[in-house]
């Protein structure tokens, strides 16, 4: 009995460490994006510095680049989401599924900027490097194979029998997407948005290639401004760059831990 | 009957234009990137490709950076996932509770909402001379000055990548074994166990760490390939010599230096022939898994 409740308090004790740790990155970010002087060995910096803060407010850099990243991400993530819920049904019903399902494995073989190194000359050559649209194509090729992976479990034996009773019922094409199989699969077209989002929302290394540095997404700004050594600045990009992800797992906690 | 009469060719044009989508953004392009690399690497492609020629692959043999540069990956990869996992599988098991039902459940999704760029941009500030983890072993009078901390940040042994992989590997394997712990039913499992004279060491070595282990196969090989292909927190945590093998690959297209770029092309060739090995291994994996 005792011992019992040792454990318990045990184990409250490292979900606390634990928790905290967690916690740390965004606090800290919040500490270095207000920061004033902080020399060492202080634990606590000698004062307040709003001047990243005030200057997003007033539409600098860095509030075009948080709207640039979150159209640029937003756009992928749709085409991800509704382009890999219908390619992974043509790869489920083909005769062939497993075959084309492990291709749709391949852009989880690549790293980013490796392939980015590889594909720039193609953009180079359609003219698509330097622009967002080629940025958006090349964060795609990662986004729209994850969706075709993610929604290949969907298209399950029950789910062919419910799309044939639709059928047999007289539902035409459009009828059974916007009346069975959209709203049947409607948290999982929400977790892929946000996966999605998050996919291209992260990306540094191919947006920096494809995009030739023109294409100043927030990772950009924050490598950017780290480089500069201007502290302040790098961590509030970066608070504006966790913020999202931050609130969309929280919000979706409890649909993630079903489906991860 | 229905479903063989009705489904036996059901996928019609909008489902076509789903996978050619999927085939012009993402399989064309990979394919296409793969068999370039190639090309450039056997002098059949690039500027200064003037036929057939395997001499840049001979220099393998002769400059050892890009073997070095792929043994250092494949071992901070495996140093990071291996640690990142043991840790997260204690305390998946030691925090089932909170995890489900605590503050800890919504806290421990934080690290995970790091994107590549922040993590390392925080790490440096955390681990280098006169970051915050040097700040504290002042304030208790361990360090006086920042050069006496110990050097996290740019170390030959890739200590500080390790360590910022794992702040975001740890909290998502915990979450994943929590999770496989309630979808494989082993609360039941570990009951059924204990009622057969099974002790709690023997029930956690031959129950619980094989089925969450095999369960989550897949998904280590891929956090592997992650962690091996990682850009962001190599270049500003990594050491200068030898570099993970995204930074070198990158370091070697990106330079003026034309006779380098076959190399990189090299880098791309090798990472993915791994990769593509790895993957290959993960699907087969998943499959058998789901097949079962």
Same mark, same amino acid.
């Not at chain 1, 419910?162 to 699969?185: F, H, I, K």
């Not at chain 2, 039902?101 to 006169?130: D, E, K, W």
């Not at chain 2, 060491?201 to 089925?211: A, G, K, S």
């Given at each position: 009995?005792?011992?019992?409740?040792?454990?318990?308090?045990?184990?409250?004790?490292?979900?606390?460490?634990?928790?905290?740790?967690?916690?740390?990155?965004?606090?800290?970010?919040?500490?270095?994006?207000?920061?004033?002087?902080?020399?060492?060995?202080?634990?606590?910096?000698?004062?307040?510095?709003?001047?990243?803060?005030?200057?997003?407010?007033?539409?600098?850099?860095?509030?075009?680049?948080?709207?640039?990243?979150?159209?640029?991400?937003?756009?992928?993530?749709?085409?991800?989401?509704?382009?890999?819920?219908?390619?992974?049904?043509?790869?489920?019903? $083909?005769?062939?599924? *497993?075959? =084309?399902?492990? /291709? +749709?494995? @391949?852009?989880? #073989?690549?790293? %980013?900027?490796?392939?980015?190194?590889?594909?720039?000359?193609?953009?180079?050559?359609?003219?698509?490097?330097?622009?967002?649209?080629?940025?958006?194509?090349?964060?795609?090729?990662?986004?729209?194979?994850?969706?075709?992976?993610?929604?290949?479990?969907?298209? $399950?034996?029950?789910? *062919?029998? =419910?799309?044939? /009773? +639709?059928? @047999?019922?007289? #539902?035409?094409? %459009?009828?059974?997407?916007?009346?069975?199989?959209?709203?049947?699969?409607?948290?999982?077209?929400?977790?892929?948005?946000?996966?999605?989002?998050?996919?291209?929302?992260?990306?540094?290394?191919?947006?920096?290639?494809?995009?030739?540095?023109?294409?100043?997404?927030?990772?950009?700004?924050?490598?950017?401004?780290?480089?500069?050594?201007?502290?302040?600045?790098?961590?509030?990009?970066?608070?504006?760059?966790?913020?999202?992800?931050?609130?969309?797992?929280?919000?979706?906690?409890?649909?993630?831990?079903?489906?991860? | 009957?229905?479903?063989?009469?009705?489904?036996?060719?059901?996928?019609?044009?909008?489902?076509?234009?789903?996978?050619?989508?999927?085939?012009?953004?993402?399989?064309?392009?990979?394919?296409?990137?793969?068999?370039?690399?190639?090309?450039?690497?056997?002098?059949?492609?690039?500027?200064?490709?003037?036929?057939?020629?395997?001499?840049?692959?001979?220099?393998?043999?002769?400059?050892?950076?890009?073997?070095?540069?792929?043994?250092?990956?494949?071992?901070?990869?495996?140093?990071?996932?291996?640690?990142?996992?043991?840790?997260?599988?204690?305390?998946?098991?030691?925090?089932?509770?909170?995890?489900?039902?605590?503050?800890?459940?919504?806290?421990?999704?934080?690290?995970?909402?790091?994107?590549?760029?922040?993590?390392?941009?925080?790490?440096?500030?955390?681990?280098?001379?006169?970051?915050?983890?040097?700040?504290?072993?002042?304030?208790?009078?361990?360090?006086?000055?920042?050069?006496?901390?110990?050097?996290?940040?740019?170390?030959?042994?890739?200590?500080?990548?390790?360590?910022?992989?794992?702040?975001?590997?740890?909290?998502?394997?915990?979450?994943?074994?929590?999770?496989?712990?309630?979808?494989?039913?082993?609360?039941?499992?570990?009951?059924?166990?204990?009622?057969?004279?099974?002790?709690?060491?023997?029930?956690?070595?031959?129950?619980?760490?094989?089925?969450?282990?095999?369960?989550?196969?897949?998904?280590?090989?891929?956090?592997?390939?992650?962690?091996?292909?990682?850009?962001?927190?190599?270049?500003?945590?990594?050491?200068?010599?030898?570099?993970?093998?995204?930074?070198?690959?990158?370091?070697?297209?990106?330079?003026?230096?034309?006779?380098?770029?076959?190399?990189?092309?090299?880098?791309?060739?090798?990472?993915?022939?791994?990769?593509?090995?790895?993957?290959?291994?993960?699907?087969?994996?998943?499959?058998?898994?789901?097949?079962?």
């Amino acid at each position: 009995m005792m011992r019992k409740r040792e454990i318990g308090k045990l184990a409250g004790a490292m979900s606390w460490i634990v928790g905290t740790i967690c916690l740390l990155p965004i606090v800290y970010l919040l500490i270095l994006s207000v920061a004033g002087r902080w020399r060492f060995p202080l634990l606590l910096p000698e004062g307040i510095n709003l001047r990243a803060w005030s200057d997003l407010l007033g539409g600098d850099s860095l509030g075009w680049s948080l709207l640039l990243s979150t159209l640029l991400s937003g756009s992928v993530a749709l085409v991800a989401t509704f382009g890999g819920f219908i390619a992974s049904r043509y790869i489920a019903r $083909s005769g062939r599924s *497993r075959g =084309l399902l492990f /291709l +749709a494995y @391949l852009p989880f #073989a690549m790293s %980013p900027v490796i392939l980015g190194a590889c594909i720039h000359i193609l953009y180079i050559t359609i003219g698509l490097a330097g622009s967002a649209v080629g940025v958006a194509c090349a964060h795609l090729t990662f986004a729209l194979g994850f969706g075709v992976v993610f929604f290949a479990r969907f298209w $399950s034996r029950e789910r *062919r029998s =419910l799309e044939d /009773l +639709a059928r @047999l019922l007289g #539902a035409s094409r %459009p009828q059974l997407y916007r009346m069975v199989l959209l709203p049947a699969a409607r948290e999982l077209l929400l977790i892929c948005f946000m996966q999605t989002f998050l996919l291209s929302w992260f990306q540094y290394g191919l947006t920096l290639l494809i995009g030739a540095g023109r294409v100043k997404t927030l990772p950009l700004l924050v490598f950017m401004y780290a480089g500069e050594a201007n502290v302040q600045y790098a961590a509030l990009s970066g608070l504006m760059l966790i913020i999202p992800p931050v609130l969309m797992l929280w919000a979706n906690r409890r649909f993630l831990y079903r489906y991860m | 009957m229905i479903s063989g009469r009705m489904s036996s060719n059901d996928n019609g044009g909008i489902e076509r234009a789903g996978f050619l989508l999927f085939v012009a953004v993402a399989l064309l392009p990979i394919g296409a990137s793969i068999l370039y690399a190639a090309a450039y690497s056997l002098g059949l492609a690039g500027l200064l490709g003037e036929g057939f020629t395997l001499s840049h692959w001979s220099r393998l043999g002769e400059d050892f950076e890009i073997v070095r540069s792929f043994l250092m990956s494949i071992g901070v990869a495996l140093v990071a996932v291996a640690l990142s996992v043991a840790v997260a599988l204690g305390l998946s098991l030691a925090l089932r509770r909170p995890l489900r039902s605590g503050r800890l459940g919504y806290t421990i999704y934080l690290p995970i909402a790091l994107p590549g760029t922040v993590l390392a941009f925080l790490f440096f500030q955390i681990l280098s001379g006169a970051g915050l983890l040097a700040r504290v072993a002042a304030a208790l009078g361990l360090i006086s000055d920042p050069s006496q901390f110990p050097g996290l940040v740019n170390d030959p042994y890739g200590v500080g990548i390790i360590l910022a992989e794992m702040f975001v590997a740890v909290p998502f394997f915990t979450i994943l074994f929590a999770q496989l712990y309630d979808a494989e039913r082993l609360p039941e499992l570990r009951g059924l166990a204990e009622s057969l004279g099974a002790g709690g060491v023997d029930i956690l070595r031959r129950v619980v760490l094989p089925l969450l282990l095999r369960r989550a196969f897949p998904t280590i090989v891929l956090s592997f390939i992650g962690v091996l292909g990682a850009y962001e927190v190599p270049l500003l945590l990594g050491p200068s010599a030898p570099q993970m093998i995204s930074v070198l690959t990158m370091r070697k297209y990106a330079r003026f230096d034309l006779a380098q770029k076959p190399e990189a092309f090299i880098c791309a060739v090798l990472y993915t022939a791994l990769a593509l090995a790895l993957v290959a291994l993960a699907y087969s994996c998943a499959r058998r898994d789901d097949d079962a």
